[in-house]
């Protein structure tokens, strides 16, 4: 049954509508594939029952006529979406014990239009790594590994578990959610399709929070047209998230493939940064010539306040994840340690369930919101955030997307850059800008380096325009006929 | 600013976050280090720039003052790490 797990989503709903094969062949294909790639460490939690009692319901909802766009289709949930009575832990220990009593809404979403879950994938604890080596569950293994080489290298983060089930074929596309640059910097790395949409796009409700105002949900997939498929199923107005959208989801599939005669994209000159590997360089200017080929007009642009980006998310994202994460206190739910008072059982517990990043960044957050610095941190943190979203609006008066790298390396190796955090945090140089902005990117692989791994490239649109993003996109990935797989180790 | 000791021990209070003597130091270090690297932001000139708040401006949605949800202890106490009776048991908060 392997050749049903290398289909594409597209290529499994199309079976699944003919009838070449049954939702709960399909499923079970994945429950294997998913086993046998337990040395990757993508999935922290396994739901094979419930899959295939999803993929039952499905089949006879295909049987009945009454199938839903995604109906059948086994897909891995990022461990921070909370699935009703199935654990859900942000893979931090303060949550091991946590079994929600409710469903998501982007994964409510999914399940209403027939979408059977494999189980609950790994990923950064709380969101908040590039690396996947922050987990509780530890690190992730990306697939892919240097041409002749054996060393264990990272998928990315925070959306590393998602990656690389997508990367490795033991899932048809995953959800992921994107802080600073979770869903685009572990797909570059993994060589899959991932897409951050407009802030308020999808609804936050029943994801674990990280930082509030940046954090949006979207599908990390094998191709363009299947990350399109997904994220119109994720997104959609909910009124228990005020800061989603009340606007119309189109079908972001019919973006795929159309023409992009006369349209302007521009090339931000801010984004050749020092150090960058020259074959990434290389391949930006070859995704330029793909898109004059497809009737672009190129443009250079300037995003003069770049390089700030990530200094005022180190700001922001901090400031908000610790007021988030203050709910974790030991006593409604999640871990409780002991102590000799109630404020010793709050320190304690934690002391013992915060990984050391997460614990930084709840320090630094509460430093910048403590009273005197407020004023110098924080509100000056907004302040050049809104010269950053002001510089995008600039731009857009003279293009219609802009074409930029996903990351300025490729994947690195297991324990490289965790001893420094800052080394770490420059890996989200290039995705950052468009959460601070709220705006739609993606990322798209586009060509391997000398070693034999993939590499991304990113479009970033205007707010709400996907369907642009999603056209740009597809138009590289046919330029670039990447079709690279892994080869399987695992 | 570079932070010291005292000033970790006095935010990992503020924060809840017991955090022993032999870490307030390399702790203090990394902190510094981080803010040393946020203070570039002094560079951009920011005067009479509006705060932003929220990526896309949205106003505020009313909904019908209904109750929508509640009445469940027993799904509100499934995940708590004490509970009897249809209560959390904490530990003693008023001496």
Known sequence: MSQLTSLTLKGALDGLRLKAFSSVELTQAHIDAVAAARPLNAFVLETPEKALAMAKASDERIAAGTAGPLEGAPLGIKDLFCTEGVRSTACSNILKPFVPTYESTVTGNLFRDGAVMLGKLNMDEFAMGSSNETSAFGPVKNPWKVQGGNQSLTPGGSSGGSAAAVAADICLGATATDTGGSIRQPAAFTGTVGIKPTYGRCSRWGIVAFASSLDQAGPIAKTVEDAAILLTSMAGHDPKDSTSLA?????????????????????????????????????????????????????????????????????????????????????RYGLRADGGNLTEVYENTRAQGFGEEVKRRILIGTYVLSAGYYDAYYLKAQKVRRRIADDFEQAWKTCDALLTPTAPSVAFALGERSADPIAMYLNDVFTVTTNLAGLPGISVPAGLDSQGLPLGLQIIGRPLDEGTVFSVASAIEKAAAFRAKPERWW | MAIDAATVRKVARLARI??????????????????????????????????????VETKMAMRDDVVTDGGDASRVLSNAPRSADGFFIVPKVVE
């Open chain 2, 18 to 55: 017991a955090v022993p003597e032999e870490r307030l130091d390399p702790m203090a270090r990394e902190l510094s280090g981080i803010l040393q690297w946020i203070e570039q932001l002094g560079e951009v000139d920011t005067d009479g720039v509006e705060p932003m708040t929220s990526a």
């Open chain 1, 247 to 331: 606007v119309e989801t189109p079908d972001f599939s019919t973006f795929v493939g159309k023409s992009l005669k006369g349209l302007r994209i521009g090339v931000p000159k801010e984004y050749r940064v020092d150090g960058m590997p020259a074959e990434i360089e290389a391949l930006w200017q070859q995704g330029v010539e793909w898109l004059k080929e497809a009737g672009c007009e190129i443009v250079e642009v300037s995003l003069p306040h770049t390089k700030y980006a990530l200094p005022a998310y180190y700001i922001v994202a901090p400031a908000e994840a610790s007021s988030n994460l203050a709910r974790y206190d030991g006593m």
